[in-house]
């Protein structure tokens, strides 16, 4: 059996066991005392165009005005946001918090049979969505419960003449915004102003109201709506405020967000987190521009950034990243997937900064292991339990399995959501009667209370018996210089019931299979050694930069 919380003994020094979640009752309430404490800081900047604390507060409560004094939205009334990262995204977002409504954060990259499904299930009666997207709404309002949509331009916050310009060029030079056409339909701007015309009441938020409906799971079918309170998200904040507060300096901290902040990385650990520190958010609308994305980290003196493997693998692999001034960059968080050893070893080798790796799920708000912010090196871990969360490691029957055991593991904390909305039945799937949210990763803790994912539950690949976690396959190929990204699969065998297989994108075209699999005899046991290689120019992703593993298991099935 494990002892209780063996992994407080290897806390950094000046991290609790235990957050008080009753600071504070709502995100609003810390919210607030950020807006009175930064007011002249710089709160979120974008495409040169930078928003103080003092502004966001204004704004914002603008927003929140419009929606309850002109709109009439009653508490608990869902609004839909569909945006990259922009300026009117904090603005929306706040003020929908701040009118006691409840966020429902929509992927501008839905197709229409995805926004469909995510508005109808969430019941959402207000959306805004950035022109870009327009075209995709105007072909599924109708089969929705939305009566207001709010449609706004990338350049609509940028004043005079430069968000003319932005607007311009975007529709007419880049044709990237479709025409479209929504009855009724009104300016983000305009609902600001008349916003203006109403005062925003006091609205009475209890920890366990809703703050946003953030939907998940789609690569398991259909996407479920997983209920986050005020209380799970400001319980992360306070868990990872103190995880990762004895390394910031409070109110002078810009972080790099180029992960989309309607993500439940981004949004907590740089829209929250980094919102309590008096940070400032430097947005990155487009980071798959990855030229363009290094040419704005030249001319930014960041401290922070958080992303996933794939996105710090193509900075390093862009032309101009290594002579980026890093003197300031003191934290690298990596979350959303596994981080690659090749890339968090190339990542310290280039900017002298540790690559730390976090873990969380959008169930948890996300983050519920975190590495030790001291880490003087990458150490293949997802980290210790944060303060106020428990863990453990169970078996197919629920038993809590033997230390250095790999086990599903199982997460308890004030982070833990309420529940999938309107789904009581997957709720009870994966939230056991204990509490215990069941996560579909495989993982084994060590002496030190270190976790270690070996795979998820369900990309296992199981050869003669054994079993294969495609993360080791992946790590191991990843480091052959030769490759760009690859992604590890399991596929039909008729002798071993299933084979590996890897699918790569090179970074040396002249890279052939058979050094490949030589590469992989040196350092993999038999069984584990990728049967097939095939090579092509890009993998499947989710919008975050996740390698879909379920599609490529998809398109190999039907080759």
Known sequence: MQQARPWLASYPQGVPAEIDVAEFPSIVSVLQSSLEKYRDRPAFSNLGKTLTYADVDRLSQQFAAYLLGELKLKKGDRVAIMMPNCLQYPIATFGVLRAGLTVVNTNPMYTARELKHQLSDSGASVLLVLDNFGSVVQEVLADTQVKQVITTGLGDMLGFPKGAIVNFVLRHVKKMVPDYDIDGAIRFRDALTLGQMHKLPDIAI???????????????????????????????????????GTNVKYGEETIITALPLYHIFALTANGLVFMKFGGHNHLITNPRDMPGFVKELKKVKFTAITGVNTLFNGLLNTPGFADIDFSRLHLTLGGGMAVQRAVAERWKQVTGCTLVEAYGLTETSPAACINPMDLAEYNGSIGLPIPSTDACLKDEDGNVVAEGTVGELCIKGPQVMRGYWNRPDETANVLDADGWLHTGDMAKMDEKGFFCIVDRKKDMILVSGFNVYPNEVEDVIAMMPGVLEVGAVGVPDEKSGEAVKVVI???????????????????????????????????????????????????????
């Open 206 to 244: 209890d920890p366990q109201d809703l703050a946003f409906l953030q939907y998940t799971g789609g690569t398991t079918g259909v996407a479920k709506g997983a209920m986050l309170t005020h209380r799970n998200l400001v319980a992360n904040m306070q868990q990872a405020a103190a995880w990762i």
């Open 505 to 559: 994108v090179r970074k040396d075209p002249k890279l052939t299979a058979e050094e490949v699999k030589a590469h992989a005899r040196e350092n993999l046991t038999g069984y584990k050694q990728p049967k097939y290689v095939e090579f092509r120019t890009e993998l499947p992703k989710t919008n975050v930069g996740k390698i879909l593993r379920r599609e490529l298991r998809e398109q190999t099935a039907k080759a």
